[in-house]
């Protein structure tokens, strides 16, 4: 049976569905409410509103669940690859053995740049941010595939997604080399998709890189948590772009430029650097968080805090504990996790984070594991894109495929001056 809310306004009263989800998340539907009212919903940050249904992932902010198509991310993050992941993000459902056989030699297949394409790095200056490099270089993928790509059909959807995520892996190793001054490393098909993006950072014409097996593990692990988030700002703006019917390139461009801000994926970087600060300057964990606590000093504890989450971020947790096993595995010693550590323990144990529900996200401590894998500081943000590639594609085509979708074209509120006559310059 159909329920409804009930909104009482000027003696009037409306009735409005209510849409309830596969793990009974209640929502009104207010889609009809303007055309029935005269009002409209105002919600700065859009922090309380649902702004489509979508079968990708889920999130339990109080609870701090986070499931892909089902599968919680921590048995994910322990038993699949990158690869598979991706394919089971962006398809529902889990492949078979001949099906990730043919994403992986999709993947292999797409791995060179176009040469005209690769010529675009000598434009750049040599310390542009590899987040600018990123999204210019993707939207430029556009023009080297114009015919916009049919969603519908699954394997030239699959042909594209391939084409998408195997590329960005090479464009991004390649900016990475052009800001260092040194020649772009060539992919290697007989390599898997994370080991031969370790190879195209890292080796040189002269000298092959070769990853031992936990820093592979630990970037795929990396990969996978990163993969999907439903909501977010930059995977909004990909269905905010694609809702224009811009192409799948145009629309994960945008994404990439809203992942690059500080107060979403640039946080990882920003991390480390509050990490480093405070471990140079020599300044107690207790000073820090007395300065994060005074508005006046316009600071954050960065890597803390979470929209959804109003409880311990799962990806967090699991990398936290994974912080430990890298480290000790690659024979790494990190002050830094050490003075993160610190941080954590105070905060959450001062009433300021303690009644503000915040609690270390994604940013806090995957930085330490980025850094003892050796991906410079600049790259960091990179990294989180390469991983929220396939959550991107899978929400560009669900609101692609969407029966009911339109235009997303949110309204506001007016606040500016009324009706006024233009002044003659000679009157000013
Ligand atoms: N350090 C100190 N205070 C904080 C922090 C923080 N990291 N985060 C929130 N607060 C405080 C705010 O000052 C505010 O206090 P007030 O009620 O006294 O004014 C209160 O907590 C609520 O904060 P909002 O900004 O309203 O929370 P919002 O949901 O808008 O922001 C965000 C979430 C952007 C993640 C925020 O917590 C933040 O800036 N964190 C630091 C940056 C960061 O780590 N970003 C990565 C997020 S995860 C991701 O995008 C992948």
Redesign the pocket.
């Known amino acids: 049976m159909s329920e409804f809310a009930e909104l009482k306004f000027r003696d009037k009263v409306y009735q409005l569905p209510v849409v309830i989800g596969t793990e009974n998340e209640i929502a009104v539907d207010i889609s009809k409410l303007r055309a029935q009212s005269g009002l409209i919903t105002l919600d700065d ?1 859009y ?1 309380n509103t649902g702004s489509c249904i979508s079968e990708i992932t889920y999130i339990d902010g109080d609870k701090g669940i986070l499931r892909y198509r089902g599968y919680p991310i921590e048995e994910l993050a322990e038993k699949s690859s990158f690869v598979e992941t991706a394919y089971m993000v962006m398809l529902g459902e889990l492949p078979t053995n001949s099906q990730l056989a043919e994403f992986r030699a999709k993947l292999a297949e797409h791995e060179f740049l176009h040469e005209s394409l690769r010529h675009h790095f000598e434009g750049f200056s040599s310390d542009a941010h590899p987040m600018a490099i990123l999204s210019a270089m993707i939207n430029a993928m556009g023009c080297f595939q114009p015919a916009m790509i049919e969603p519908e059909d699954d394997d030239h959807f699959l042909d594209s997604a391939a084409r998408l995520i195997s590329k960005v892996r090479t464009i991004a190793a390649a900016a990475y080399k052009q800001s260092i001054g040194h020649p772009m490393i060539y992919p290697r098909s007989d390599l898997p998709y994370t080991s031969n993006f370790l190879h195209m950072m890292f080796s040189k014409p002269n000298n092959r890189y070769e990853p031992t097996p936990e820093v592979v593990k630990a970037l795929n692990q990396f990969l996978i948590l990163h993969a999907d988030h439903e909501q ?1 700002c930059s995977t909004s703006t990909v269905r905010m772009v694609g809702s224009s019917q811009a192409n799948l390139y145009a629309s994960i461009s945008s994404g990439v430029c809203a992942l690059w801000g ?4 640039g ?1 990882n970087q920003a991390v480390i650097q509050m990490l480093l600060e405070i471990h140079e300057s020599g300044m107690s964990v207790d000073q820090f968080i007395e300065k ?1 606590k005074n508005k006046d000093a316009n600071m ?8 959804v989450y109003k409880n311990y971020d799962p990806r967090a947790r699991y990398l936290k504990s994974a912080c430990d096993s890298v480290l000790q595995n690659l024979g790494v010693k990190s002050p830094l996790l050490d003075i993160a550590r610190e941080l954590e323990e105070r905060a959450l144990n001062d009433s300021y984070f303690v009644e ?1 529900k ?1 609690y270390p ?3 806090f401590y995957s930085g330490i594991i980025l850094r003892a894998i050796g991906i410079p500081l600049n790259m960091f943000t990179v990294m989180f894109a390469i991983g929220r590639i396939p959550g991107w594609i899978a929400h560009w085509r669900e609101n692609h495929l969407n029966p009911n979708g339109r235009i997303h074209r949110p309204r506001q509120v007016y606040n500016g001056q009324t009706v006024r006559s233009y002044i003659p310059m000679e009157e000013r």
């Open positions: 940050g922090g977010n500080h107060l979403h994926g946080a994060v954050r504890l960065m890597g803390f805090g979470h929209r503000r915040l996200n994604v940013d």
